[in-house]
C-alpha cells in the first residue's frame, strides 16, 4: 500500500511489513535454492545487507533477516550440503586437507578453543570470492593466526608423533618460502611451537636446543631444557636445508652462550 501521492509505501500498514519481513526471508530461501545449482556461490552475490533507519518496514525487513540467518541453512558445504551459518566454519588456510591436520582436528579446535557451537560433523564451507561477506554475516573461520594456537593446543599434542612431526617440520619450512600466507615467515616461527623435543613435547626454535656432542646426559627426561628429539636429530643428518634454516630460526647447540641468549 502506498500513499496517497504513490511515492512512499505506508509505514504503519500490517500488509506492507508483513511484505517486508517476507522478502528478506525469501531472498535467503531462493540463494540456498541456486547455491546447490549451478550458481554454486555465486549465488552468494544476491545476499541482502541489514537495511538503516528505524521505521516499522525496516524494522520488520531486518526482523526477517536475522530470522533467516539464525535459522536458515543457505550455505553450501564441501559435502553439498547446506548448513546454517552458527554451524559453518570457513578453513582459510586450506589445511582441513593436509594429514596433518583435517576436518576433524580443525573442527574440534574451532569449537573448543573459538566457542563455535556447531553440531554438524563436516561443517566446512570453501574459502573462496565471497568469504568476507560470509565472515560479515557472521561465519566462523580458521585463519592461519590461528595455527600456533592449535600447535599449542594438548589435542594436537595428543595426536602426534615422531613422523609427523617431521613432516610438520617440512610444511613449515614449506611454508616459510612461500609469499602467502604474510603470517608464516621466519620471525613468527621463531616462536611457534612445532618441533618435537627429547621429552615428546612440541616446542618452539626459541625454547629447544640441538644437544652438544661431548653431552652424554642431554636427552635425561629430567633435564630442565628442551633438546632435539634424538629420532629427528638423526633426521636432520640428511635434511642438510632444513637444518640450516632452523639454526636460522634460533635452534643452536646448547653452550653456555647460547642458553643465555634464549
Known amino acids: 500500500l502506498t ?8 509505514a504503519d500498514s500490517a500488509w506492507n511489513q508483513w511484505l517486508f519481513y517476507s522478502l528478506s526471508k525469501e531472498l535467503f530461501i531462493w540463494i540456498a535454492e541456486l547455491v546447490i545449482g549451478k550458481f554454486s556461490d555465486e549465488a552468494y552475490r544476491l545476499l541482502p545487507e541489514k ?7 525496516i524494522k520488520e525487513f ?3 533477516y536475522n530470522e533467516s540467518i539464525s535459522l536458515l541453512p543457505f550455505l553450501l558445504t564441501y559435502e553439498n550440503k547446506l548448513v546454517k551459518i552458527n554451524d559453518a566454519i570457513i578453513d582459510e588456510t586450506f589445511l582441513i586437507g593436509n594429514e596433518l591436520f583435517g576436518q576433524d582436528l580443525i573442527r574440534t579446535f574451532v569449537i ?17 570470492k565471497y568469504t568476507n561477506k560470509l565472515k ?4 566462523n573461520s580458521f585463519k592461519w593466526i590461528n595455527l600456533p594456537q592449535l600447535l599449542a593446543s594438548p589435542l594436537f599434542n595428543s595426536l602426534h608423533d615422531v613422523e609427523k612431526n617431521k613432516k610438520l617440520i617440512v610444511a613449515m619450512e614449506e611454508f616459510s618460502q612461500m609469499e602467502k600466507p604474510s603470517e608464516i615467515h621466519n ?3 621463531k616462536k611457534w611451537a612445532f618441533l618435537f623435543d627429547h621429552k615428546m613435547k612440541l616446542k618452539s626454535p626459541e625454547e629447544i636446543f640441538f644437544p652438544q656432542l661431548d653431552d652424554s646426559t642431554w636427552d635425561s627426561p629430567d633435564s630442565e631444557l628442551s633438546f632435539l628429539h634424538p629420532e629427528i636429530l638423526q633426521w636432520l643428518d640428511s635434511k642438510i636445508k632444513i637444518k640450516l634454516w632452523l639454526n636460522e630460526l634460533g635452534v643452536e647447540e646448547k653452550s653456555d652462550l647460547t642458553f643465555f641468549h634464549k
Open 187 to 189: 620471525d613468527s616461527l
Open 51 to 57: 537495511l538503516d533507519g528505524d521505521n516499522a518496514l
Open 3 to 10: 500513499t496517497a501521492n504513490r511515492e512512499t509505501l505506508h
Open 62 to 64: 531486518n526482523k526477517g
Open 112 to 128: 573448543n578453543e573459538l566457542n563455535l557451537q556447531t553440531t554438524d560433523l563436516k561443517p566446512f564451507v570453501p574459502h573462496r
Open 136 to 139: 560479515k554475516l557472521g561465519v
